[in-house]
């Protein structure tokens, strides 16, 4: 065997040390960050459940408005009927 031969399987050898070990950094990488998407999403499922209940909150404040108008108006109405 040539010296270039022997190189040649000294560096494929050591290149698949390297590949390896940088697949297992990947891996130690993608493992926290997989997890944390996994919680975004949680939070922005969250986020859009609280923002669904909270869509009626103009019609309540409507309801509020007209709820509290009521009372002034039915004496209003009685005034003109000659109740009181």
Same mark, same amino acid.
């Given at each position: ?6 190189? %040649?399987?000294?560096? +494929?050898?050591? #290149?698949?040390? &390297? *590949?390896?070990? @940088?697949? !297992? ?11 944390i998407?996994?919680? %975004?999403?949680?939070? +922005?499922e969250? #986020?859009?459940? &609280? *923002?669904?209940? @909270?869509? !009626? ?28």
């Amino acid at each position: 065997m040539s010296i270039a031969v022997i190189l %040649a399987w000294v560096g +494929l050898a050591l #290149g698949l040390v &390297i *590949a390896l070990w @940088v697949v !297992g950094l990947f891996n130690r990488i993608m493992l926290p960050a997989l997890e944390i998407k996994r919680y %975004a999403d949680r939070i +922005l499922e969250a #986020g859009v459940g &609280i *923002a669904k209940n @909270v869509d !009626g909150v103009d019609e309540a404040v409507r309801t509020r408005e007209l709820a509290t108008a009521v009372p002034d108006l039915a004496v209003a109405y009685l005034r003109k009927l000659g109740v009181r």
